[in-house]
């Protein structure tokens, strides 16, 4: 009989488990493919950081700054009339968004408050509500961030963040 055979039986069988018990414990990791991601998002990260053009806006301005709704309508492929539907359906989802992530902050907010009056104060507690305050911080950037594009759009221009906080009326989203 060859060698091969005779460590078929017995306990010298074993590493050829362990090898495939491991192979078996890292399987999903292969599959989350890793490098493949990372070398997309250095790709992505050098594309940017050179100037590319792949995340660039499809609204056109013109020289004042105001939104030139023939040549963005154009560039969607679109008549102005059907652009200008699609720019008030945007308006009403920016709005609905905005309003929902104020409600959402808000109702973490408040329940974060209350945790914080009515638990026992213990460095683990304190920790843990440290910890919450980024998820609460979230909903109102979220809810910022769509209340300024409702904005630009009812304006039908480019406005800044200060133009925006700044605005005499009309900052909430409608």
């Known amino acids: 009989m060859s060698p091969r055979g005779e460590d078929r039986g017995g306990g010298a069988h074993l590493p050829g488990v362990l090898r495939r018990m491991g192979r078996a414990a890292f399987a999903p990791w292969r599959f989350l493919r890793i490098d493949d991601s990372m070398a997309a998002i250095r790709r992505n990260f050098d594309d940017l950081s050179a100037?590319?053009?792949?995340?660039?806006?499809?609204?056109?301005?013109?020289?004042?700054?105001?939104?030139?709704?023939?040549?963005?309508?154009?560039?969607?492929?679109?008549?102005?009339?059907?652009?200008?539907?699609?720019?008030?359906?945007?308006?009403?989802s920016t709005a609905r968004n905005a309003w929902i992530f104020l409600g959402l902050g808000a109702l973490f907010f408040l329940g974060w408050l209350y945790r914080l009056m009515t638990m026992t104060w213990t460095a683990n507690a304190a920790l843990t509500a440290l910890q919450f305050t980024p998820a609460c911080a979230v909903f109102f950037l979220l809810a910022f961030r769509f209340g300024l594009e409702n904005y630009q759009i009812r304006m039908r221009r480019k406005v800044t963040v200060m133009e925006y906080l700044s605005a005499p009326r009309g900052f909430w989203p409608r």
């Open 51 to 92: 100037g590319g053009r792949a995340g660039a806006s499809r609204m056109r301005l013109d020289e004042t700054g105001a939104l030139d709704l023939d040549a963005s309508a154009s560039l969607h492929a679109q008549r102005r009339a059907a652009f200008e539907d699609a720019l008030i359906v945007r308006q009403r």
